[in-house]
């Protein structure tokens, strides 16, 4: 069954802190895998984006990183600060881009 | 900067009623998609649509119908609305499926 699992599903971390939060997937055939930051009340907003071929990218503070073997994804904030506070969904495509599989999120509150 | 906009922040009907939400994105892009976002589960795909008049069936399409009559406006349709129906409704947008999809802020939905 095609899955998308992110852990922990919560986090708090104090201001200037680094954080990782992972992602696990089973899904077949891989095409890609997004990050995205979710904050209260808005929709989510594009961080990364990996192909098979990429096992790490970066965005500012925020670096993504992509074991397609092991299929896992970890998404690394460094030196956080309050406006991190926000909802990070690993999102996975699969089928040529064609299907995509969203997991639940991991609740990240940064508290200074 | 792509604009996706979503006609209502806050959307409260009674059970029985038609709702239709509304999303307009400004970047010319082929494709739009409807999710919907529920506490504890990924975002879950309604419907989406590759091209005006053309759509497709996404994982959870019961009980919802979708128009897209012009590229740049996508149209929910909730037919007879129930309370299982009420949840956070994400309309996106995206120039080719395998891109991260751009968002609009949400429209919440409460069916009472």
């Known amino acids: 069954k095609n899955q998308v699992e992110q852990s922990p599903q919560s986090l708090i971390i104090l201001e200037g802190k680094n954080c990782t939060l992972q992602c696990n997937y089973t899904v077949s055939p891989f095409s890609n895998l997004r990050w995205y930051k979710q904050d209260t009340g808005r929709g989510p907003v594009s961080l990364t984006i990996m192909t098979f071929s990429e096992n790490t990218k970066s965005n500012g503070r925020y670096t993504a990183t992509l074991d397609a073997d092991t299929k896992q994804s970890s998404l690394h904030i460094t030196a956080s600060q309050l406006s991190d506070s926000a909802s990070y969904i690993c999102?996975?495509?699969?089928?040529?881009?064609?299907?995509?599989?969203f997991g639940a999120g991991t609740r990240l509150f940064v508290k200074a | 900067d792509v604009k996706v906009t979503q006609s209502s922040r806050y959307l409260v009907k009674r059970t029985g009623e038609k709702v239709f939400l509304e999303c307009v994105q400004d970047m010319d892009h082929e494709n739009m998609f409807w999710y919907r976002q529920d506490p504890g589960l990924g975002l879950r795909l309604i419907y989406f649509?590759?091209?005006?008049?053309?759509?497709e069936k996404g994982d959870i399409p019961e009980g919802y119908s979708v128009s897209r009559e012009k590229k740049e406006r996508f149209s929910l349709i909730l037919e007879s609305a129930s309370t299982n129906q009420t949840s956070m409704y994400l309309c996106?947008?995206?120039?080719?499926?395998?891109?991260?999809?751009?968002f609009g802020d949400g429209t919440r939905l409460s069916i009472l």
């Open positions: 649509s590759y091209d005006v008049k053309m759509k």
């Open positions: 999102v996975v495509s699969y089928t040529g881009g064609f299907k995509t599989i």
């Open positions: 996106a947008s995206s120039s080719r499926v395998w891109e991260p999809q751009h």
